[in-house]
């Protein structure tokens, strides 16, 4: 083997370093791309409505109606949590003291507790700090100003999500048009059916997902009703917003509404509820999940979660989410990449006999 030139040790060295630098201004903008990212699944799943409204009236109209919309959802989500969240944080409040008192009349009846009471002083403790309870609802005032910037941040992210997947609403497919038509024809329309194909899959996946977590969140707000079991419609909320995360969404909900069942009525709520998880969740990975995945991205449970990791390490909650459809879009990719590869490949010509020189053309029929 030849030793290499000056020439393409420099050459090397400088792919090196170009690689390096990307992938360093790839870590410097990895919360933008992230943003990009996420607005490109926003305006995937918005199409939909989108392009049904814009049949029947202005593509800008149709979009400020799907955006309002999707703006109202928060409010009337706080309209749903945010009242009964008050009202029992405050009853616990003005009840506090009273708990404390049943606490000190049960360890009086009981002598091995009036013992330990004696020793520790526990219930003088637990009525001076529930007397302090309803005095520190306000210092919460304090604390939830500390995260005030971190709020502000999450809003402003969201509206820059909000204002990116607008612009692409409106002016993304004349953007994919113009640039697909620098492309030579056979490449472009490989292209436009990979972006069809992609964009199809994605919808079809955000609308099985959404229809999954509500069926979730319903069932789970009926069972807790049934079991009596308070903040009924905040743990259905947030069981509907956990399912929409693969894999893992609806086991954290689950355990998260069964932490709280300790508290109320156990344990027959918690068994209960325990019950009702393992069956549900055991038809909706069997047979609810694997429908939405096989008709809207077909792609590989291995492939699911791997994506799944990749997409939760690299972008959090956001990249659990998005990795499936981002999964089925290379995997449609690499299907149409091979399709047209095989279908470019040169055929084999037929070989052709010759005849040697000077002999008589053959005769087609006979004399």
Known sequence: MADLSARQVVRLVLIVVAVAISLYLLYLLRQPIGWLLAALFLTIALSGPVNVLAERTRRGFAITLVYFGLLLVPFLLAALIVPPLVSEAAELADNAPQYARDVTDFVEKNDRLQNLNKDYDITAKLQEQAGKLPGKLGDAAGTVSDVGLGIVSSI??????????????????????????????????????????????????????LAQATLAGVLSFLVLKLLGIPFAAPLAVL??????????????????????????????????????????????????????????????????????LFGANLLGVLGAIVAVPVAATIQIAVREYSVVRRLLRPEVAPKIETAPAGAPPSSVSGA
């Open 239 to 308: 069981i509907f917003f956990l399912d929409l995360i693969p894999l893992v969404g609806a086991t954290i909900g689950a355990v998260l509404v069964g932490v709280v069942t300790l508290f109320e009525n156990f344990p027959t709520a918690t068994i209960l509820w325990v019950l009702f998880s393992i069956v549900y969740q055991q038809v909706e990975n069997n047979l609810i999940q694997p429908q939405i995945q096989k008709r809207a991205v077909n792609v590989h449970p291995f492939v699911i979660i791997v994506a799944v």
């Open 156 to 209: 402003f992210a969201l509206v820059t999500i909000l204002i990116l997947a607008a612009f692409m609403l409106s002016g993304g497919r004349r953007w994919i048009d113009a640039g697909l038509g620098q492309l030579p024809p056979e490449r472009a329309d490989s292209l436009r059916r990979v972006l069809d194909r992609s964009g199809k899959a994605v919808a079809a996946y955000v609308a099985g997902a």
